[in-house]
């Protein structure tokens, strides 16, 4: 006689039938293991992904301050501030901002290079978790750069970082943090080789950071200057994440939280979209 169960009974010991899913709703387990992953991955290296940007945004700070003289006033919003003061929060933000983007945009890309995409796309993920865990570990590394720059320009002599609206330091900084992250992802799902990144990077993210009012108040700008700085997403999270530390900033807070966060809501769907239907990922 066979020990076989008859076709359509389940053997005791056993949960579920082959072929039905086990994991319902959200794969927490899956979802923390992708993250960590991500995590550990910039870790690694740290000296390159964490200490090295800290480094360099430092320096542009002390540049820029040498050159202009660290208290000489910036008028931002109706008030003036020392430069050094102006200038640190839009170093911090500019710091965040590129590592979110570098993170985010290696990710699948390297993947895709190496033949290892499948490690992203089999195992059993949701495409909102697979997003989620992607735009997660760039966010975390945004985080652990912009603390180390606040730290090291908090211990810095005449730099004032201490912040007035954490909420708003917090906000905009998560805010901007998931926009270029998730534009990080859509660069990889398109990219087809590092030169393809590298050109988003240095034609796209690089030109519109540095005219987004890191370095100077938008006020100062000529009209047609100061029309094109209020059609750059990075102008209101970087003056967003401003008012944070100031109490003052070059556009409301409301008007630039709603714009950056319309963005995210639209890249977010955007990744997803590509994501779920395997554009450039799956053969």
Known sequence: MSSQPPIGQIPSGVRNAPGVPVIRNVNWGGLKTLYVKEVRRFFKVQLQTIWAPAITTLMFLVIFTVANGARNPVRVGGSEVAFADFIAPGLIVMGMLNNAFANASFSLLVGKIQGTIVDYLQPPLSTAELLAALTGGAVTRAFCVGATVWLAMALWPGVHVTPQHLWAVLWFGLLGAVFLSLAGVLTSIWAEKFDHAAAVTNFVIAP??????????????????????????????????????????????????????????ALGLLCYTLLRRGWKLKS
């Open 208 to 265: 519109l950071t540095l005219l987004s009012g890191t370095f100077y108040s938008v006020d100062h700008l000529a009209p047609a200057f100061r029309a094109f700085s209020h059609v750059n997403p990075f102008f209101y999270v970087i003056s967003g994440f401003r008012y944070g530390f100031l109490g003052t900033a070059d556009s409301p807070v409301a008007t630039g939280s709603v714009v950056i966060l319309a963005i995210d809501v």
